[in-house]
């Protein structure tokens, strides 16, 4: 037996390590965002929830945050998937719709951000 | 006469209960993970785009989240939120080899466990 670890494999398994932790602080700072505006400023009316996210940070600041919660997801459920479903069939076709149902909010969200 | 060398069982007590803080504080992390996947993302995109949508829409919601029993809904998915988001702060400095000793990262699971509890309760709070 090698006592070490051959070199290879397709090392996308750092970039998504890595990108889960760099889309988590980015989910923090909106985190802590949102609860200073729902502290000091709670928006009570229609036109104050609307005015929210009309105006152009905000707007981008939650789109970024949706962007690194859905890859933070992806890579989330995809090793819980890795995890617990052993057949490669089954794995795969999860995996798919996994990502299928990703990609959807991605664009869901542009249409809510963007779309009226 | 047995080698001194020779392998001893190990047994890892991995029942929930007996479970460890540090371990406790993991295996949530990763259940309140797959609950924020399904169902909190779409259901927050489908409330953000009712509310956004149309001020009946507005309304509508409002008086639905108003109801004690959705309250106490709401609640559990913010619990479950801040415990991702305290377990997950902790791992980002375990990553960074802050607080990696035994004690201090028994301590910081712990930590993660009430400041989770303390958000929840402050919302509860805030709400009623």
Redesign the interface.
Known sequence: MAAFKLPVGAHYGLTAWLMQ?LT??VM?AY?LLMAGIALWCPPG??SD??GL?SGSFLRLATMLFFVA??YH?WV??RD?IMDYIKPTGLRLTLQAL?GTALVF?LV??VS?LWG? | MKPATQQRPKYYDLNLANLPAAGLVSIFH?IS??F??VPA??AL?YL??A???S?AG??HWKGVLAMPVVKVILLGFVWLYAHH?FA??RY?LL?LHWGIGKDSSRASARLVFVLGALATLALAWRIW
Request: a positive charge; proline letters at 2%.
């Open positions: 932790r988590a602080v923090v985190t009316n229609y929830w609307k996210f919660l859905l997801a989330g459920v819980i996994v909010y869901w969200s809510i009226r | 990763r993970g797959a924020l996947f993302i779409p995109l953000m785009q509310t956004l949508g001020e507005f309304l988001f997950g702060i980002l990553d």
